[in-house]
């Protein structure tokens, strides 16, 4: 039998093809998330920085914050703790997204991912998904510790999500928006300059009472100063949810979204 007349038709193993949105989503975020954990400057960022800040001020008398009673570092945990974690929505949502996806665009990774078979849409989804991942860690590790400190935390835990999640949305639309304008050099310095700027003017750890009136009403319309005040509102004084502050974010989170995706260039 002539060789010419034999035709191979062998079915292929794996099937070629891309795979379903919701698996390639799911590897990208796993990807993400793997990758932002072996960072080691995210990870001091994110984890180690936080973790010394609820320690130190809720154990060390350095600034005078409001609490209900005098005296006990049980009782300056429950104003720090409800800040800190508001800065590691911050730290993790905006400042090391911002860093990580403008370096990205500038070495064009972002670009050779939008040219695969996964929807740019598809890959900002896993990447929200990798910042609500490693939120969750970080929540769960400055609330063990801010209990062993002595943290009494009230409210309706429902509240807490409400505000964590439209904080997360808001800063992550400013990250984005930040990482796909900016050149990644400025976007890092950016990026670092804002966490400290809000760290210190955002109600995270000094009071905004201590700020000038005139001052006090510009920072009190700071997504961080709605995320902080509004976890304090809930878990320190036991509030139903603020909804002045979860406005806020909500408005944040609509312009910085928006902004993101009208502005962001993947190249």
Do not use: C
Request: charged letters at 10%; glycine letters at 10%.
């Amino acid at each position: 039998m002539s060789t010419d007349s034999v035709v191979s038709t062998g079915t292929y193993a794996p099937k070629p093809g891309a795979a379903p949105v919701g698996r390639m989503i799911a590897a990208q975020a796993a990807l993400e998330t793997r990758m932002l954990l072996r960072n080691g400057e995210q990870l001091l960022l994110t984890v180690i920085i936080p973790s010394l800040l609820l320690v130190l001020f809720s154990t060390v008398d350095i600034v005078t914050v409001p609490v209900p009673t005098t005296g006990g570092a049980g009782e300056a945990v429950d104003f720090v703790a409800p800040g800190i974690l508001a800065l590691a929505v911050l730290s993790t949502a905006f400042t090391g997204q911002a860093i990580a996806t403008g370096f990205e665009r500038r070495y064009g990774v972002l670009k050779r991912l939008g040219a695969s078979p996964l929807p740019r849409w598809a890959l900002m989804t896993a990447k929200t998904l990798a910042v609500l991942v490693t939120e969750v860690l970080q929540i769960a590790l400055l609330t063990a510790i801010a209990l062993g400190l002595g943290w009494s935390p009230h409210g309706n835990p429902l509240s807490v999500l409400l505000l964590l999640v439209l904080g997360t949305a808001a800063f992550s639309g400013l990250g984005l928006l930040m990482a796909g304008t900016l050149r990644a050099e400025a976007t890092l310095a950016a990026a670092n300059l804002v966490f400290l700027l809000l760290l210190v003017g955002g109600g995270v750890i000094v009071p905004l009472t201590k700020f000038p009136d005139a001052a006090r009403s510009v920072l009190e319309l700071l997504p961080i100063s709605a995320l902080s005040d509004g976890l304090r509102a809930v878990l320190q004084d036991g509030a139903a949810l603020p909804w002045g502050d979860a406005l806020t974010l909500a408005v944040w989170a609509v312009l910085g979204l928006g902004a993101a995706a009208k502005f962001f260039r993947w190249e």
